[in-house]
């Protein structure tokens, strides 16, 4: 349950008539939590815990009350209770992250060398794209794969950020001491870029990692569906990193895990773009270098890769994660899925086509409605 403050309510006040009131409901817990509205500041009060005898209409009744939503959905914090009040997404490094927004988010799987580094931002540079990924900490299925360079590559990694105009790199986290690293070395570098900091598919049910990227508020997180587990399952991984104060998450599809996907790496889940859209307030990243897993084309020419992320595109997506490597054959890591510079060109150029082709749908659809609306007005 959530009650809504009204803007000038005197909180204390509130609180204290809420808590004598919930004197008969000793398991409840109380939660406040100050978001900035649309128009204003929103501070909102959760009631945690077994409400279901909670009587609604006394809260509502109380001075200083704009109202109270019984919550059916499990995310309170993630879902879309006071979407009326409180603005889809975020602002991170100036960049718009929300549902209708698109940003791609390409590089190395883990970063290498400096010079492959380098190559790549400017190469996104060239093509006017401000957002990358390279792992400086990869969890590896065998233990003598390489690991990634760890803190040392960060302050190098972001100098280079900095120098080619990337604004957030996509960066995974495996443990709360990655977190601090990635502090220091924007701290250290004069925060030359931004991070998005990446909870892997392999950490997706690891709460106390969760709480860790949920109890900064510097950067904002991109989550990855587990490869095993349910959407909804998914979804109260990412209440765990809301829940503890940071709301500013982008939800990754990145393809689950069956040999019924095969010759796929996983099973494409993009259908589940609209779905996530509709059940949360988070923007959708889709991922379809993991999903794939190489770089197979059909006969039409085109990779499946293209085809997968042409599937999310057009369904809405609001960020693509992508790998592309100067040299995939050389990549330390998923070189077999990594698109060379003319390719990841031919991708980009890919997804405007559908992102324009899924414009015009919505225009599309917007136009009949409003026929339709039209028609009955002046029947
Ligand atoms: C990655 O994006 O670098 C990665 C390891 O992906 P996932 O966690 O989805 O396997
Ligand atoms: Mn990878």
Redesign the pocket.
């Known amino acids: 349950m959530i009650l809504i403050f009204e803007p000038d309510a005197n909180k204390d006040q509130v609180l204290e008539k809420v808590r004598q009131y919930l004197d008969n409901f000793p398991n409840v817990k109380l939660k406040l939590i100050e978001l900035e509205g649309k128009t204003r500041k929103v501070a909102e009060l959760h009631l945690i815990g077994p409400t279901h005898e909670i009587r609604q209409d006394i809260l509502a009744a109380m001075p200083g009350v704009e109202r109270v939503i019984r919550i059916s959905a499990k995310y309170r914090q993630i879902g879309r209770a006071d979407v009326d009040l409180v603005p889809v997404g975020f602002t991170y490094q100036g960049l718009r992250f929300d549902q209708k927004s698109l940003h791609i988010f390409a590089g190395p ?2 970063v290498d060398t400096k010079e492959n580094v380098e190559e790549t931002f400017k190469m996104l540079n060239e093509l006017g794209i401000h957002t990358a ?1 390279g ?1 400086a900490y ?2 590896r299925t065998s233990p003598y794969d390489f690991q990634g360079h760890g803190a040392s590559c960060l302050p190098w990694v972001f100098e280079l950020a900095g120098k080619y105009g990337i604004k957030v790199i ?1 960066m ?1 986290v495996l443990r709360e001491s990655h977190i601090e690293e990635i502090q220091r070395a924007l701290d250290e570098a004069g925060h030359p870029t931004g991070v998005m900091l ?7 049910q690891n709460f106390e990692l969760l709480k860790e990227v949920g109890s900064q508020n510097e950067m904002p997180v991109l989550y ?2 587990g ?1 095993g587990l349910t959407l909804e399952e998914s979804l109260n991984a990412c209440e765990y990193i809301a829940s503890e104060g940071n709301r500013n998450i982008v939800f ?1 599809l ?2 689950v895990k069956s040999q019924l996907g095969l010759p796929h790496r996983n099973i494409v889940d993009f259908a589940h773009v609209p779905v996530v859209h509709r059940l949360t307030r988070l923007p959708v990243c889709i ?1 379809p ?2 999903s794939i897993g190489s770089k197979d084309a059909s006969p039409d020419g085109l990779m499946d890769i293209f085809h997968a992320a042409a599937q999310g595109v057009i369904s809405g997506a609001n960020m693509i ?1 992508v ?1 592309t490597h100067p040299a995939p054959e050389t990549a330390l ?2 070189g077999p899925q990594s698109l060379t510079f003319k390719e990841f060109e031919r991708f980009v150029r890919d997804v405007e086509v559908v992102r324009e082709a899924y414009q015009k749908r919505l225009d599309t659809y917007s136009r009949s409605v409003i026929k339709d609306m039209t028609i009955q007005e002046a029947a």
């Open positions: 799987c883990a990924r792992g990869k969890p996509a995974e990446q909870i892997g598919t392999r950490n997706a990855k569906r490869m990754c990145r393809g991922d270098s993991h994660l790998e890591c998923d």
